[in-house]
């Protein structure tokens, strides 16, 4: 791995963590480029080391990750850990949905490369800006369409032997390196070759970077005699240094010609990336050179290679699309403008410049994903010829917000939002009207930058939006109905999550009238008027859910609750992101609560044998509902449960699928790359962006807990982690930069944050104590996630640090608990089946904490908080009234108000002796709830609620010590 600064433990406490790994990831929120009017400059995190690599053979010798990439035999690094697997490629890749695929991108080109090597999809996006189509031989492109290449493969020729194709090696593995870029390797014969494809990346982020892909080849003798022969690349491309006006656009697999259609068909015409839904490609001009040192053999664009035994080459070689020979010319200039290791180099500190270092020594796993779901979310935004993006593609922005969020202003060039005067009838989607709003809020809130939203085309745009929002809301309501989220139906005459997204713009037009616009009188006025929207919608979109108030998904005019308003199909993100536009806080109960209750029989949506949500009815289980899952978990527990469900879920590459499971799937093993419609038939799908994106953003939001508001210059460190340290050297918020800390060390937890901007920032930071616990005697200043909390708010001076620590200990035991505790243990002991020691030594839920102290805390919460003790008895009332013995009622009982995670032990240990399943708890729910499984005429739902299953939950007693 590079030398990286810095990197000494926390503590000197923390060498003695058994899994002290570090690894380059991630930087939260910001862009470059300066701020007007007076806001704060934007400034740069610590420098990244300036050259990453001495040498290009340097590159190839990076520190391979333990969890991403495929090892031999195409098994997966993560191994059991996810389930996807790595089939072997068919030919060309003409039925391609299954195979797993890798970008290597830019911004300006994306290439996905499949698990052998073929760079089977380079892609731009339209001609480059000051080359017009048509004036050097070649036809007339349009400036917004998906211009491609042919599939690229390397071949290497030996004296005397045939040519061999890489992918056709009898062996290919894939490692991802440093966390940055990703190394194929070949073993043909005696001659091992590796391949490093780099798209160049300008570290100042100014500019178009170029449309091409540096392919590093090395290649090994690990022979005792010599070895000689050439390296091509398959289809033969032109040389860039000769081209002319006669060269033909790429073939895209040889015989298809214009536009290709977005379906797959026996015809072979599927040239779609599977990344990000970037369309269907016409083909562009493609062209390949030597760069560097490297040259082609005369009069061809084959690398020739003379190796001694044990001798090693390392080679560069450029892969060139765009819309013309002209602009290839131009790209080939740009190429050479820099060597191959300075833009390697370049390209690296630019990755990390966003990125940051985050550091967690007992979860490297989680570090490292996190670094890759941003690249995911980032490869995504395909930028255009004129430096434009393709789209503002859902949900992505909230990670754009908080690390590239210049680019939220380009979705909305010059501050145009697309509103007409009168703006029309926004309610089709009230989510999609309301966006461009929406991005620029959160583009002036991650940058202060007043020149985006200055023009008189803005503000008036905004006073339209504004004006319309409310002249379509209904009498009496300040809310407004809307008939669709994105391209899915809305729940309810109200759609809550719509209903939050009209909030933020209105809230967001307040504030640039005041600070912007000048308009002191009309920001008050829309000001109230949010206030109002946000004071409705929790009034009437607050509703009683499974483990007490919660959000719904939307509400009726008449407040009736039905099935409809309580479900959720995964896709809709704007509830679970909400604290990051400053709706809710992250641990206010009705957004945690609908987070949880969308894992549970309450959605009708709900899988519970994939543990994830159909996209309405019958279409196939959506990866953003893993979102809406990782925002209701309120512990650390939780939070582990949900992010081994990403994990599950998580590619080889670091990336999630659109719909990973066919509608009603019962095997969470048959996870896929591709999903069928009802009566079979092949659907299109791609790597998903939106949720990769968003849980990113939320895991640096809610969990590490970093915020800043820029033009504000203040800050918020307030971490709640399932991990007890962790750094974040480099952290970033929009243009703000800050370095933060988190340290659990069994008896105080301790987070310190360092400004790392020029400017002072108002900075609040905040400790809670961990799950069970509760803090000494006068520390604690307030409550947080119901627990005890300690909050510091100072004026942080540019390098300054601001440290708050809290001081804890476990809750003291009582007669009561013990008797509850000693109960507990003699109806485990009382079964021939295994014993309370057995048990209590195990981590049946996988939380970290073993039974024994895990039914401790709940034998303490039981006598302490009455809600824990009802909860309980009506798990045991029912066990018992199903005629389990008591033995059994008092275990089961025990289980299923414990966790979550010990819900499922319930289902897996104890069903086997029921009738029916009756702790539903989210997780599993392996019978229907509508069923009746004991033959007394009700249903499993109804017998359940008869006996107070609604309140046998953890997610009931939100205050109670024990809740993970």
Known sequence: MRDLPDRSPLVSGMRRLACAVTFVVLAACGGGGSSGGGAPAPVPPPAPVDAPYASLAAVFAGTASDYFGIGPGRVPKDGAKSHYTVPAPTGDNRDDLTQAWFEVANRDIVVQLDADGRMEYPVVYGPLAGFPQGTDGTPARGPREFLAGSPWTLAVTRHGLPAVRLPEAATATVELLDGSLFRWSYDLGDLRVDLVPVAPEREDGAGANPRAVLALLRLTNASSTDVAGTVSVVPTLRDADLLDATAQPATLYGDVVGPVP???????????????EVGPATPGYEAVAAVGTTSFVPGTTDVAFALPPGATQVSSVALLVGGGTAELAHTLGAVRSRAPLAWVNETVRAMDRRRGRLEIYSDPRTAEWVGRALQVGMDSHLRDGNGRLT???GGSWMLM?????????????DGDLGIGCPAGDLTWSVTGATLPAVLLGLHYRATGDRAAVASSTCRDQFHCLVDALQAQRWPGTHLVPSTRIWDGPSRGDFHTGSNVSAWFAIRSAARLASEVWAEPAVAGTWAADAALVREEILARCVVAGRYGPQLAEGTFADGRVDADVLCHDGEEIVVASSPQLGFVEVDDVVRTNHGGAATTAQNRFWNAAARGMHWNDSAPVTSPGWLTALSGAAGEGQLRAALDLWRRVTDVDGSVWWWPYDHGETDPDAVLRRASHVGGSTLDTAKCDYASSSAVALLLHDVIGLDADVPATRAWFRPLPPWPSFRWVGGRCGDAFFDVSYVDDGGRVTASVTNRNLVPYRTVAEVTVPSGRRALAGQATGRRFGRDARRVEVDLAPGATATVALDYEA????????????AAAAAHDALRTGGFADAATSDLDGDGVVEGHAWRLLAEARCADPAVEAAWQANWTLGASLGWGDAWATICAEYATVSQGMADVVNAWCSPRLPFVPFRRGTAEPLDGRGDYDGDGRSNEAEYE??????ASPRSYATAATRP
């Open 811 to 822: 809750i003291p035991s009582t007669p009561c608990a013990d008797a509850a505790y000693t």
């Open 946 to 951: 008869a006996v107070g299953g609604a309140e």
């Open 262 to 276: 977005w379906n797959h068909g026996s015809d072979r015409r599927n040239y779609v990336p599977r990344f990000a």
């Open 391 to 393: 789209s503002p593609h």
């Open 401 to 413: 917000a908080r690390v590239w969020p210049r680019a939220l202003a380009a979705l909305v060039p």
